[in-house]
């Protein structure tokens, strides 16, 4: 059952790294090209939306890669174990990371919105920034008491 349950979880990582790729190869440019054509006296407005968008990209995929590495410990019964801690840490940096980089993005999304009605790219930013800190918040949490796990287990071991 617990295979099942993990080759689940496999599979729904996958599935959602395949809309935020098709995202990427299909809307960013278009959102780019947006932020260009709204700016034209700007010449770096749309190099800048196209770095912020493709550059929390990266983290995002790297955190799906540790939770299907992550996953995969869990099936090789290796789940309280430090690689599934630095797997935690690891999604835990990456979601900070993507929340720092849509912050640092929203000056730039906010000035989209003021010329766009009704002003859809701050509500969109948001509800990525609040996410991303959720999941950091949560891996965090998760991080920590795996670790307490596993040091009760280390303990318990020692003294039997």
Same mark, same amino acid.
């Given at each position: 059952?617990?295979?099942?349950?993990?080759?689940?979880?496999?599979?729904?990582?996958?599935?959602?790294?395949?809309?935020?790729?098709?995202?990427?190869?299909?809307?960013?440019?278009?959102?780019?090209?947006?932020?260009?054509?709204?700016?034209?006296?700007?010449?770096?407005? &749309?190099? +800048?939306?196209? /770095?912020?968008?493709? $550059?929390?990209? =990266?983290?995002?995929?790297?955190? #799906?890669?540790?939770?299907?590495?992550?996953?995969?410990?869990?099936?090789?019964?290796?789940?309280?174990?430090?690689?599934?801690? &630095?797997? +935690?840490?690891? /999604?835990?940096?990456? $979601?900070?990371? =993507?929340?720092?980089?849509?912050? #640092?993005?929203?000056?730039?999304?906010?000035?989209?919105?003021?010329?766009?009605?009704?002003?859809?790219?701050?509500?969109?930013?948001?509800?990525?920034?609040?996410?991303?800190?959720?999941?950091?918040?949560?891996?965090?949490?998760?991080?920590?008491?795996?670790?307490?796990?596993?040091?009760?287990?280390?303990?318990?071991?020692?003294?039997?």
């Amino acid at each position: 059952m617990e295979k099942v349950t993990t080759l689940f979880l496999k599979i729904a990582v996958i599935l959602l790294g395949v809309p935020v790729l098709a995202l990427c190869i299909f809307l960013v440019p278009k959102i780019g090209n947006f932020a260009g054509e709204l700016y034209p006296d700007i010449a770096y407005m &749309k190099s +800048l939306v196209l /770095i912020d968008m493709y $550059a929390a990209a =990266i983290p995002f995929y790297f955190a #799906l890669y540790q939770a299907f590495k992550l996953l995969s410990y869990i099936d090789k019964n290796q789940a309280f174990s430090e690689l599934s801690v &630095k797997a +935690l840490k690891n /999604i835990k940096y990456c $979601a900070i990371t =993507i929340s720092t980089l849509y912050l #640092l993005g929203m000056p730039l999304y906010y000035l989209m919105a003021e010329r766009v009605d009704p002003p859809s790219f701050i509500p969109i930013g948001l509800v990525i920034l609040f996410s991303s800190m959720v999941i950091a918040v949560f891996a965090a949490v998760l991080q920590r008491l795996l670790q307490e796990a596993i040091n009760i287990k280390s303990e318990n071991d020692l003294t039997v």
